[in-house]
């Protein structure tokens, strides 16, 4: 089975800065997904991007980003100008196409925003 | 949008009762999931179904069964709960291809 490492218990961040959030992942497989999820407190998981391992170029959108590298299998996700509301769980996941029912997520990073 | 619906934010049961978790989506998914979510652990994968009827065990299905007789909806069943079973539920569904969605998750706890 494939496996989805996120080496980053906790992190935190100023008001108005960039942090970066950390996913390894391990697959022999050539085609797949990768998302990256944000839970607040308020509980319910929210897609914030998607990557489709085929498409070269690093999904954007708005304030945040992904630095795909497929070779070293690693899928960090980035948030410029951090605002108080991206205080959550931020969750890496992985999808086969192969497997395509099953979803493999890793532990999770906590998120502060430092006013 | 994607709506997927638990029944239930909070649900308070004693050990030994029959617990029943309820998960709607409407977008005509065919796959849908359990996952029970803990510090530290993550999400884990309880139950999957991909079809009416059909399920597959996931990580963790000891002491829990499901149930998909109609393709919207995937239900969740302690047979008999217990405290270590105390915890929150997330359903998701999905399509064929893309990201799961998820219901706002159900925290149950069992006394």
């Known amino acids: 089975a494939q496996t989805v490492t996120q080496s980053q218990p906790e992190m935190s961040v100023q008001e108005a800065e960039t942090v970066t959030l950390s996913c390894t992942y391990d697959t022999s497989e050539s085609d797949y997904y990768l998302f990256w999820y944000k839970q607040p407190p308020s509980r319910q998981m929210i897609l914030v991007i998607r990557?489709?391992?085929?498409?070269?170029q690093n999904a954007t959108e708005n304030r945040f980003s992904v630095n795909f590298q497929k070779a070293a299998k690693s899928f960090s996700l980035k948030i410029s100008d951090s605002q108080l509301g991206d205080a959550a769980m931020y969750f890496c996941a992985y999808r086969s196409p192969l497997t395509g029912n099953q979803f493999y997520f890793g532990t999770g990073t906590s998120l502060t925003v430092i006013p | 949008d994607v709506k997927v619906t638990q029944s239930s934010r909070y649900l308070v049961k004693r050990t030994g009762e029959k617990v029943f978790l309820e998960c709607v989506q409407d977008?005509?998914?065919?796959?849908m999931f359990w996952y029970r979510q803990d510090p530290g652990l993550g999400l884990r994968l309880i139950y999957f179904?991909?079809?009416?009827?059909?399920?597959e065990k996931g990580d963790i299905p000891e002491g829990y069964s499901v149930s998909r007789e109609k393709k919207e909806r995937f239900s969740l069943i302690l047979e008999s709960a217990s405290t270590n079973q105390t915890s929150m539920y997330l359903c998701a569904s999905t399509g064929p291809r893309g990201p799961q969605h998820f219901g706002d998750g159900t925290r149950l706890s069992i006394l």
């Open positions: 990557q489709e391992a085929y498409k070269q």
């Open positions: 977008m005509d998914h065919e796959n």
């Open positions: 179904s991909y079809d009416v009827k059909m399920k």
